[in-house]
């Protein structure tokens, strides 16, 4: 439904971003602590992987995980999925996702990537990683325009909290 609805905007956008934000549910996990002897509980949550659109903020694919996902795995399928209805020039995202994988996937999808590198990162790899690397030491204006778009998916998230909240109620995590 998410896909679908966002099928009418495929003139106007070609630059994304992808985030992760988590939302609070209404189930527990209890434990007993032997450290502090007693029984210790904590809120489960759950964490929804978006790529927006920057111009109109348009949330063109989603994926809900458990709440201690990593992200970067969500990467690819979310590309493919904007990649099935939209043209994709941009793809930003923050350090979390980095890897030679995403990077491919977007530059399969014949956008291109602007992902920051680690500290522990070098230039050294596959095409596409020696490309952006390039263009994030040498190019640095460049780079960051583009990288500062992500901000949107941010604002999204903000927005989305805003108007329902930042939890869901369900007993079930079904896709």
């Known amino acids: 439904m998410v896909e679908e609805s966002a099928s009418p905007l495929k003139a106007i956008e070609t630059k994304f971003s992808i985030d992760a934000t988590g939302f609070g549910t209404n189930t527990y996990s209890r434990w007993y602590d032997h450290k502090y002897g007693r029984e210790k509980k904590r809120e489960n949550w759950l964490k929804a992987h978006a790529m927006v659109g920057v111009r109109t ?16 795995p969500q990467f690819a399928g979310l590309v493919n999925t904007t990649a099935d209805r939209f043209k994709i020039a941009e793809v930003s995202a923050d350090k979390a996702y980095i890897s030679h994988a995403n990077l491919d996937a977007v530059a399969n999808a014949g956008g291109v990537p602007y992902i920051p ?8 790899g596959p095409e596409q990683w020696q490309k952006l690397w390039h263009c994030f030491r040498y190019r640095r204006a460049e780079f960051d325009k583009a990288y500062h778009l992500r901000s949107n998916s941010e604002s999204t998230f903000s927005a989305i909290k805003r108007k329902f909240g930042g939890s869901v109620r369900s007993k079930k995590h079904e896709s």
């Open 117 to 124: 590198f680690k500290s522990n990162n070098k230039g050294a």
């Open 57 to 72: 903020n348009v949330v063109t694919s989603v994926e809900v995980t458990e709440g201690d996902a990593h992200d970067s």
